[in-house]
């Protein structure tokens, strides 16, 4: 049997937030935004262990609570310059902290993703878990796309038919993404390197409310999908 972990990369910077203090710390409904992501990993009984992945002068995470994810949270203080670099340091690290098989599940998701329900990881886990490959959770894109110049000037119009905006958790064997990893340098999520390999991920399809918290205005709209989850 294959065992499920999760790795959350949380070394960035969150600089188009224009905040000092990095995004994965800002707070959400009096809690920094990496609480949320973690919550949900970490109550999901497949799951077994949830790395978080800090910069290695990380000065925040100390000031904080965490002793109700005790059971599964491992902190790895070995982030790189890039979301990509953080993911691959961390996968090297967890294998130092517990027993884990080339097929096990790593599912990497977003400190950024606040608004991670338990319905869509467990869609992602029950559609991936047989799969050869491995996917991610995804939207469909519903807004027509345009192509500009760099002055803002539209050259063309894109055609939405079978494109879909991908977000996390992305779900992979281990081995296959560290493997996959090695080779990449600017990519933007994990699924690239996978396909770099040749490989098609699954996408399944997930809602707009797991959207990633990115400009200042998202804040206000991560907050009210919580607070409404909690009523
Ligand atoms: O900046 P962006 O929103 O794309 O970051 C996505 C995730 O990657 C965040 O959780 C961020 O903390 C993480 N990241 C990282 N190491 C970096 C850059 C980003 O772990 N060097």
Known sequence: MSKFFALIPA???????????????????NKPMIYYALKILCKTPQ?????????PYDNYWTQYDWSEFSEKLVVLNCGGATRAESVVNGLAASQ???????????LVHDAARPCLSLSQLEKLINALENDEVGGLLAIPVADTLKRSD??????HTESRENLWQAQTPQMFRYD????????????????????ALGYQPKLVHSDATNFKVTYPEDLALAELILKERKL
């Open 47 to 55: 799951i077994s262990r949830v790395f978080v992945v800090l910069a």
């Open 176 to 195: 296959l993404l560290a493997r996959a990893l090695e080779n990449t340098t600017k990519i933007t999520d994990d699924a690239s390197a996978i396909e």
């Open 96 to 106: 130092h902290e517990c027993t884990v098989d080339p097929n096990d599940w790593i």
């Open 11 to 29: 070394a960035g910077s969150g600089s188009r937030m224009g905040d000092e203090l990095p995004k994965q710390y800002l707070p959400l409904d």
């Open 150 to 155: 760099t002055e803002a000037r539209v050259q």
